[in-house]
């Protein structure tokens, strides 16, 4: 990860955005290319896996986040347009839900609300 990091800021200006986040078997950092914001993911432990698509080919992107100002309100809008909502997690900074791919083209979106400031769509 600190190889990936240090490529992001030599080749696109890209610069670490806050402490880098050890969960169970991840380690999670996220970048910032402009109004960007992008999440590194290291695995640490064998199993962790890409969704599978068709034929057993793995995905190249695992999940998109997309910031909210709101996250209830875009949870009540994506549940009436029936999209699946799955893995909700609150922290005192973040406020975060994922879509079941599925429902939306193939891909999890990840919907994080950052208590501090607002800085989504």
Known sequence: MRETIAQARD?????AVGERILAG???LQFLLFGETRLELIETRAAG???PKLKDGETAVIGHLVIDVDDLENTKAELTRRGIVLQGERKTDEVHYIFTAPQTTFGVTLQLMEHKRCGTGA
């Open 48 to 50: 962790f896996s890409m």
């Open 25 to 27: 078997d991840l380690a």
């Open 11 to 15: 080749t696109v200006d890209g610069t």
